[in-house]
Nanobody, 122 residues
């Protein structure tokens, strides 16, 4: 069965960095676009970043562009989210997602991970 397991979340001060990882299993990882979404308390889940199967295409939410970087290692079946210059408004649960298209649409997510908490203190 498809499994997506996130790790790397935690508490960091504003301006700091974190690197999230998502280990995938149960499917041919290199065949699928992968994405990151986040959900802050009291808010809807929102798109953060997506990467195509070959890493050729990446796309970011405007709020994280130039601060976050998505990457993948198909041999390791892992997708990463490097988060720099973190702000308190980045505080959320971050979810890894298997998508069927390289876009920001939450409707094109096929599977979700369980999420990892990121907290940015001011």
């Amino acid at each position: 069965q498809v499994q997506l397991v996130e790790s790397g979340g935690g508490l960091v001060q504003a301006g700091g960095s974190l690197r999230l990882s998502c280990a995938a299993s149960g499917f041919t990882f290199s065949n699928y676009p992968m994405g990151w979404f986040r959900q802050a308390p009291g808010k809807e889940r929102e798109f953060v970043a997506v990467i195509g199967w070959s890493s050729r295409f990446t796309y970011y939410a405007d709020s994280v562009k130039s601060r976050f970087a998505i990457s993948r290692d198909n041999a390791e079946k892992t997708v990463y989210l490097q988060m720099n210059s973190l702000k308190p408004e980045d505080t959320a649960v971050y979810y890894c997602a298997r998508k069927n298209r390289v876009n920001s649409r939450i409707g094109d997510v096929e599977y979700w991970g369980q999420g990892t908490q990121v907290t940015v203190s001011s």
